[in-house]
């Protein structure tokens, strides 16, 4: 497996309707070639089932490098894995790098899913993430927060996680007066995530910065909570 019978491979399940299609809608202007999430997620899978760790990020590196829509996500999918022998410092360096490159949510989120399964994996890559809340690229802003989803879903979280946690709502925090669409979505997006959780830290953050949210934000973030008082 390379990256030219990869990019075979994407190429042989086109569809030009359904480009122009995706290319209207995601507004960046890159090649897109039309396939479906399920069709991108079959090749990724049978790719990683071939190669080595080094193989992958190579491949993923290649693929990200062609610019097309679908060969991002691809090299996204690529790495998207919770256990990778070894963790190689490489698949986490490829995918840190990715972030200027980030203009859309739709490869966003996907290049975030797969930073996901490496902070997992190397908790102390939070250190790395701090520097992008400062970051004035929309894209890498929000990151920080999609790539930390994890740390909002523990139920029996342990010190060191609350740990995390609670450092991540503090990088939310300094973001509060950051009212872009995307920023403010992802704050709302994390906090919901968290109220199934960890509802008073939930109830706490709002209660302290609601007044400089954007009230759509607010919305996301107690949307659950709302919701089980009101059938509780």
Same mark, same amino acid.
């Given at each position: 497996?390379?990256l030219?019978?990869a990019?075979?491979? *994407?190429? #042989?399940r086109?569809n030009?309707? &359904?480009?122009e299609?995706?290319?209207?809608?995601?507004?960046?202007?890159?090649?897109?070639?039309?396939?479906?999430?399920?069709?991108?997620?079959?090749?990724? +899978?049978?790719w990683?089932?071939?190669?080595?760790?080094? /193989?992958?990020?190579a491949?993923?590196?290649?693929?990200?490098?062609?610019?097309?829509?679908?060969a991002?996500v691809?090299a996204?999918k690529?790495?998207t894995? =919770? &256990?990778l022998?070894?963790?190689?410092q490489? #698949?986490?360096?490829?995918i840190a790098?990715?972030t200027?490159?980030?203009?859309?949510?739709?490869?966003?989120?996907?290049?975030?899913? =797969?930073? +996901?399964?490496?902070?997992? #994996?190397?908790?102390?890559?939070?250190?790395?993430?701090?520097?992008?809340?400062a970051?004035?690229? *929309?894209? @890498? &802003?929000r990151?920080?927060l999609?790539?930390?989803?994890?740390?909002?879903?523990?139920n029996?979280?342990?010190?060191?996680e *609350?740990?995390?946690? /609670?450092?991540i709502?503090?990088? =939310?925090?300094?973001?509060?007066?950051?009212? &872009?669409?995307?920023? +403010?979505k992802?704050? /709302?997006?994390?906090?919901?995530? *968290?109220?199934?959780?960890?509802?008073?830290?939930?109830?706490a953050f709002? =209660? @302290?910065h609601g007044e400089?949210?954007?009230?759509?934000?607010?919305k996301e #973030?107690?949307?659950?909570?709302?919701?089980s008082?009101?059938?509780?």
């Amino acid at each position: 497996m390379n990256l030219e019978t990869a990019l075979e491979e *994407l190429e #042989a399940r086109a569809n030009p309707a &359904r480009a122009e299609e995706m290319r209207a809608y995601h507004k960046a202007d890159r090649r897109y070639l039309g396939l479906t999430n399920p069709q991108i997620a079959e090749l990724a +899978q049978a790719w990683r089932e071939a190669l080595d760790v080094e /193989g992958r990020v190579a491949l993923a590196d290649g693929l990200w490098q062609s610019d097309i829509f679908e060969a991002r996500v691809a090299a996204a999918k690529l790495l998207t894995q =919770a &256990r990778l022998r070894p963790d190689d410092q490489a #698949a986490w360096a490829l995918i840190a790098s990715w972030t200027a490159d980030f203009d859309s949510w739709a490869i966003a989120d996907h290049a975030s899913m =797969a930073a +996901q399964k490496r902070l997992m #994996a190397e908790p102390s890559r939070l250190d790395e993430l701090e520097s992008w809340v400062a970051s004035d690229h *929309l894209w @890498t &802003r929000r990151a920080v927060l999609v790539s930390t989803l994890p740390w909002t879903k523990q139920n029996n979280p342990k010190p060191e996680e *609350l740990d995390a946690r /609670g450092r991540i709502l503090g990088w =939310a925090a300094t973001m509060v007066p950051d009212h &872009r669409w995307f920023i +403010q979505k992802a704050i /709302g997006w994390w906090l919901r995530d *968290l109220s199934k959780h960890d509802p008073e830290r939930t109830r706490a953050f709002v =209660a @302290t910065h609601g007044e400089a949210m954007k009230p759509f934000a607010v919305k996301e #973030a107690l949307r659950l909570l709302k919701k089980s008082e009101a059938t509780g």
